[in-house]
């Protein structure tokens, strides 16, 4: 009887030995501790970190046919050279009655950007095999190369993509 309640505690102190070993100290190391062997941070995920710092969201000014509307970027790379080519002036053509299309002067940088996601209305986006931007008015559908850059920030904006032909983009001072 005795060596039946044993064994669980010999069990887990084996475990403890081992993970102790393992991590080259007496203490064990957390997902995002330096692991005590290289000083180097131990992660889990192979995501892409993402600062929490909110000094590079970017916000920027839309003129949709004369009317204001203002819409903030997001921290991508993608976002980050879209800021770059601001300000910008361009005509705009409808496209499958769900956003406004205009073509930009060069395709962005993509790199790093998640796999295609399903826009919705007030989505910023660049589409990069046809290197154009994209203003959704109505909900989108997922398309490899698509990369949302930012959202308008009041949705009230959003009905006057519907009909915009032309839109002015500038950073916000």
């Not at 131990?42 to 004369?66: E, N």
């Not at 850059?149 to 032309?166: K, P, V």
């Amino acid at each position: 009887m005795r060596l039946r309640l044993a064994l669980p505690a010999i069990s887990a102190a084996v475990g403890l030995l081992a993970l102790t070993a393992c991590s080259g100290s007496g203490q064990t190391t957390g997902p995002s501790a330096p692991a005590a062997s290289s000083g180097h941070p131990r992660t889990t995920s192979t995501q892409p970190a993402t600062p929490s710092d909110r000094s590079s969201v970017v916000r920027i000014q839309l003129t949709l046919d004369g009317h204001p509307a203002r819409a903030t970027l997001n921290e991508s790379p993608a976002a980050r050279d879209f800021a770059a080519l601001l300000p910008l002036s361009l005509d705009l053509e409808d496209f499958h009655r769900t956003e406004r299309v205009a073509d930009l002067p060069r395709k962005l940088d993509t790199s790093g950007a998640p796999d295609a996601p399903t826009p919705r209305p007030g989505d910023l986006a660049h589409y990069a095999p046809w290197r154009n931007l994209a203003l959704f008015y109505r909900d989108g559908e997922a398309s490899p190369g698509l990369v949302i850059l930012g959202h308008l920030d009041d949705r009230r904006d959003i009905d006057r993509l519907a009909t915009a032909d032309r839109v002015t983009i500038e950073p916000l001072t």
